[in-house]
């Protein structure tokens, strides 16, 4: 026993020797890298880019020698080198360093660099609230520095970021202009290359969002042929997937499979960052789903998810998983995998609406606003040129500002008229309520009025009358599609009669009447049921029988004069600050 131990401990030694040694060796060897020239290392560096390890190798020497020479520059440069091959933690550590070394000089890429590096890693990682902010600040340094080039990196990432919150059409705007930059670029200098067959994938992947999917087809395929002739791998696999995705949506399965095979056989495909195989495996699933293949796309569809949660990394269009395995749950009757599908909805629809909330308001307020800002800057300095055009533009702001007030006027009006009637709501004394004011039977009624003028019985009306209080108590306006014949036949009379009965002791058409009671219903709900409030609007309105959120937005608005949105939000803040007094 005493032997086998003592051989354990000596290989270990031994093992622990041998690591030490290979690292004095490749220590050595970077030491020796070191006295190469700068353009030599680059070059290398270069060559190496798709094996990391040698890759690194030649970045430490470039690193090592910037130290020895003291060039801050070039040991930013050398940070640089060594983020763009390693892992996300290590290269926002190497960021960072380059901060740190670069912030307090006068630079025309630094630390800007830096800063659309960690925005880059930040993003490719999901979490667009800390890409947004390093976005930000390299733009005030691009605009320090009027870099054009980084102008348009940032550009770029904030097309990125808002085809991220849906809004299309701006992303679009925004990346035309990018792609024209980058391929005049490409022509004069090849090192333009990845920049443009980047900004030429991301446009792809705009137009199979706005559904002009030839156009996302011709798109990619001049974007493959580039990116074969570069032997670019990682962009490859992202233009393959947005292939894809342009086949899916024509519902040309096939060849649909066809390039996610392909992409799937490519020798870097593990090394995919989340986002990338989370969208593999989703278009698997809504391909085999669309085919009936069930088992095959629940498979996939539980990757989705699986990845999604133990990387933290969310994205609009993975909703359409979890739908997806909702449907198919409540289709198979398994009552236990749809609540637990539809909990995790709920879940991923929090987190996206927190990231995308902020993501909304840091482009309009810290990005877009200092673009604004400096671009007022450059009007007015040019104006000190012409002064009867300076006067137009400050008359033209007058009078903007002047309408901003009394929009911001208005606003606040309505603001206060809305938390009146909020707080009305809140108030059952003071809250109207349908289902409180049953009207009397015909025997009841004071002399004076005269139901017989409906030209219906007493009997009839009184029966129909009961029928509607029992409707009422038992929540039976909670239905979906219901309609005046539907309950004319339950109530065992014609729809005429009962169409007559709730003008006239309801005092309202058949609709607005049974859209009055669910809002009653539901405003009483969100008062008292804490997670009735953290479905969505549209399950809210699905939940007391409107098929649209518009129609279930509308009909509060008419009985509540306000919307369920805000209703919510003033709910959710009382609560707050019940909680923390």
């Known amino acids: 026993m005493k032997k086998i131990k003592h051989k354990i401990i000596f290989l270990a030694i031994l093992i622990l020797l041998q690591n030490i040694h290979a690292q004095e060796i490749n220590e050595n060897n970077i030491t020796v890298l070191a006295q190469k020239k700068y353009a030599e290392l680059l070059e290398k560096f270069n060559q190496q880019l798709n094996d990391s390890v040698n890759a690194q190798k030649y970045a430490k020497a470039f ?3 910037a130290k020895q020479d003291t060039d801050i520059i070039k040991k930013a440069n050398g940070y640089y080198m060594l983020a763009t091959v390693s892992k996300h933690d290590s290269a926002l550590s190497y ?3 380059i901060i740190s070394i670069t912030k307090d000089i006068n630079d025309f890429e630094y630390p800007a660099k830096a800063y659309l590096l960690k925005a880059r890693v930040f993003g490719s990682k999901g979490d667009y609230q800390k890409s947004m902010d390093e976005l930000v600040k390299a733009n005030v340094y691009a605009n320090k520095n009027d870099n054009i080039d980084q102008k348009f990196k940032t550009k770029y990432f904030i097309a990125i970021l808002k085809n991220n919150l849906g809004e299309y059409q701006e992303g679009l705007e925004l990346l035309k202009s990018t792609v024209t930059y980058y391929e005049d670029k490409f022509e004069q200098d090849k090192d333009y290359e990845y920049d443009y067959i980047k900004s030429l994938y991301a446009t792809g992947v705009v137009y199979n969002a706005i559904k002009k999917y030839d156009s996302a087809y011709t798109i990619n395929r001049k974007a493959i042929r580039l990116s074969l002739k570069s032997k670019d791998s990682i962009l490859y696999t992202r233009l393959l ?3 894809a995705m342009a086949h899916y949506y024509k519902k040309q399965y096939q060849p649909s499979l066809d390039s996610i095979t392909k992409l799937k056989k490519l020798r870097d495909y593990k090394t995919q960052g989340p986002g990338t195989i989370e969208r593999v495996e989703l278009y698997l699933g809504k391909i085999y789903f669309s085919q009936n293949d069930f088992n095959t796309s629940i ?13 933290q990394y969310f994205f609009p ?8 395995l909702i449907k198919y749950y409540k289709e198979q009757k398994n009552t236990d995998q749809h609540i637990f599908y539809i909990d995790k909805l709920l879940t991923v629809d929090s987190i996206l609406d927190n990231n995308f909330k902020y993501l909304s308001r840091q482009i309009n307020e810290e990005y877009s606003t200092p673009n604004l800002i400096l671009e007022k800057q450059e009007i007015i300095d040019s104006l000190e040129k012409n002064n009867r055009t300076k006067i137009i533009v400050l008359v033209i702001l007058s009078l903007v500002s002047f309408a901003l007030i009394i929009i911001l006027f208005l606003n ?15 108030d059952d004394n003071k809250k109207p309520s349908i289902k409180t004011s049953i009207t009397p039977t015909v025997e009841e009624k004071p002399e004076n009025t005269k139901p017989t003028d409906i030209g219906i019985s007493e009997i009839i009306v009184n029966d129909i009358l009961k029928n ?10 909670l239905e979906a599609n219901l309609t005046v014949s539907s309950l004319s036949k339950r109530f065992k009379t ?6 007559k009965v709730i003008n006239m002791h309801k005092d309202k058409s058949f609709s607005n009447y049974v859209n009055e009671l669910r809002i009653d219903y539901v405003v009483d709900e969100l008062k008292s049921n804490s997670k009735f409030r953290k479905y969505t609007i549209k399950a809210i309105a699905n939940e007391i029988g409107f098929n649209t959120t518009e129609a279930f937005s509308k009909s509060f608005y008419k009985t509540t004069g306000i919307y369920p949105s805000f209703f919510l939000k003033q709910l959710e803040k009382q609560q707050y600050n019940t909680e923390n007094q």
């Open 412 to 426: 606040e009006k309505k603001k206060r008229t809305y938390k009146k009637r909020f707080l009305e709501l809140l």
């Open 63 to 65: 690193l090592l020698k």
């Open 494 to 499: 014609n729809s005429k009669y009962l169409s």
């Open 241 to 243: 997937l947005s292939t």
């Open 95 to 97: 960021a960072d360093s």
């Open 317 to 324: 269009k993975i909703r359409e998983a979890y739908e997806l």
């Open 468 to 477: 509607l209080e029992s409707f009422e108590n038992n929540n039976e306006f």
């Open 299 to 311: 498979h996939h569809l539980k990757r989705v998810d699986s990845i999604a949660f133990s990387t």
